[in-house]
């Protein structure tokens, strides 16, 4: 009886323990990779249909052929350009999809997810010191900050990328901030900008519950 209750014991703490280890596995991969569709108050800069397609291509598994029919329907050359060099990634042609992206960086794209897509593809084929110089100090455009705020927080320089994210109202801008506050341990602080992100990005977007397991996550490491 008592060995029983021993085994019924230890059953019981690895099923609590079953939430914590999925959220942190989600954790992980939502924090480290790219965002996807995560446009949010942004999502004027792109179509509709450019939207979906990019939540496809980064999200689900795809039928190569129909993605390339999409692709050819739409209308910007950004746009097909974008989804071309995120099917080239898929496929592991990173340099390709990279000389894709940056021949774009010059007109500054108003979508922050290409943004990330850059600098993600720029430190696999060791090009990122390309993308910093083609960046002036004159450039105040809030997408050239943003890009010079997720370089640094890719590299570890946090209070750079907070600095420059500081005074951000976008949801890209709020939510990358919220993981420099996180990568410093300052979870308060993360937390609320993660409450403030759940005010203003739909919550009918299907990544929407990105921003609930990051929040729980923080809050686990904190210990609330």
Partial sequence: ???LKMNMLNAAKIWLALPVLVIAVLTLT???????????????SVS????????????????YDEI?????????????DFAQALILKRKQSYQEAFNILKKHLVKAPRFYPYYEELVWLAQV????SEVEKSLSDKDE?????YLRAFISYQTGNYSE??????????????????????????????????????VIYPSEK?????ILISKGSILLLSGN
């Fill in 206 to 210: 299907s990544d929407y519950v990105k």
């Fill in 68 to 80: 390339e029919k999409s692709i050819q329907q739409l209308e910007s050359n950004f746009e097909k």
């Fill in 30 to 44: 939502v924090a480290l990779a790219p965002s996807q569709n995560n446009s949010g108050n942004n999502s004027k």
């Fill in 125 to 128: 084929n060791d090009k990122l």
């Fill in 161 to 198: 990328a907070i600095k420059l994210l500081e005074n951000g109202k976008d949801f890209n801008q709020l939510y990358l901030l919220s993981h420099c506050y996180r990568a410093i341990g300052d979870y308060q602080k993360a937390v609320s900008l993660l409450d403030s992100c759940l």
């Fill in 48 to 63: 509709a249909e450019f939207e979906h397609l990019y939540f496809a291509i980064t999200s689900q598994a795809i039928n």
């Fill in 1 to 3: 009886m008592k060995k």
């Fill in 141 to 145: 455009n809030k997408y050239r900050n």
